[in-house]
């Protein structure tokens, strides 16, 4: 955990959220900014900053993030219509927060290229 990271304090409880899920290895969260009907963020529990930082061993967490992010989209009823998956990395990437999170959004369609 980093100290310093909002999303970490999210997944500790220390910072109040709407979670929709969670487990040992993740947490999903709404979006306070949401871009959809439905817009929630799954992060994992380990500080990682960003996915050009996750090593070899960690595979399994994005694997588990993906997962989820089905999982959440048939929950929510949108995944037979369609949803988008995001992650987005570092600044040019469009990284504001430095803990490795996926958007899910989902309840609208969603036009290509994205920006």
Known sequence: MNTDCLFCKIATGQIP??????DEICVAF???NPQAPTHILLIPRDHIS???DFEEHQGVIIGHL????AYLARK???ADDGYRVVINTNKDGGQTVFHLHIHLMGGREFTFPPG
Not at 17 to 22: A, D, I, N
Not at 66 to 69: R, T
């Open 66 to 69: 993906m997962l989820k992010a």
């Open 30 to 32: 709404d979006d306070i």
């Open 50 to 52: 960003s996915l050009n």
């Open 17 to 22: 959220s709407t979670l929709v899920y969670e």
């Open 76 to 78: 929510n009823g949108f």
